[in-house]
Nanobody
Framework: QVQLVESGGGLVQAGGSLRLSCTASGRTFSTYAMGWFRQAPGKEREFVALISWSGSRTQYADSVKGRFSISRDNAKNTMYLQMNSLKPEDTAVYSC?????????????????WGQGTQVTVSS
C-alpha cells in the first residue's frame, strides 16, 4: 500500500512558477518510480512527467519539456515538480502516482496508486 499527498498548487499569473510536492508513505519510497499527471476540465487525464526510483531517468510530455522539471528526494519520501514559464493551458488538477514495478511509461494504466490531486490555475 502507498499513500500519496500532493501540495503546492495555487493561482499564478502566466509566466510565473510553482513547485508541487508529492509526499509518499507506506512502501519504501526508493523502490518505485513515480509520475505526474494532470487533468483539465472536460479533458482526459494526461501524462506530464515521470522519474525512476533513483532519479537517474526522467521523461516529459512535449508540452512541458524545457519548462517543467521533475525530481525526488528519497530521504524525504517526496517527489517534486518545478513548473516555470506557466501558461494558461497548464491549468489543471495535478496528481502524482506510484509505479510500483518501475515500468517507466507515460500511461495511466501502469500506475498503481494515486494522490487526490492539487489544483493549479494559471491566469492570463
Amino acid at each position: 500500500q502507498v499513500q500519496l499527498v500532493e501540495s503546492g498548487g495555487g493561482l499564478v499569473q502566466a509566466g510565473g512558477s510553482l513547485r508541487l510536492s508529492c509526499t509518499a508513505s507506506g512502501r519504501t519510497f526508493s523502490t518505485y518510480a513515480m509520475g505526474w499527471f494532470r487533468q483539465a476540465p472536460g479533458k482526459e487525464r494526461e501524462f506530464v512527467a515521470l522519474i525512476s526510483w533513483s532519479g537517474s531517468r526522467t521523461q516529459y510530455a512535449d508540452s512541458v519539456k524545457g519548462r517543467f522539471s521533475i525530481s525526488r528526494d528519497n530521504a524525504k519520501n517526496t517527489m517534486y515538480l518545478q513548473m516555470n514559464s506557466l501558461k494558461p493551458e497548464d491549468t489543471a488538477v495535478y496528481s502524482c502516482a506510484a509505479d510500483l514495478y518501475s515500468r517507466l511509461v507515460a500511461d495511466t494504466r501502469v500506475y498503481d496508486y494515486w494522490g487526490q490531486g492539487t489544483q493549479v490555475t494559471v491566469s492570463s
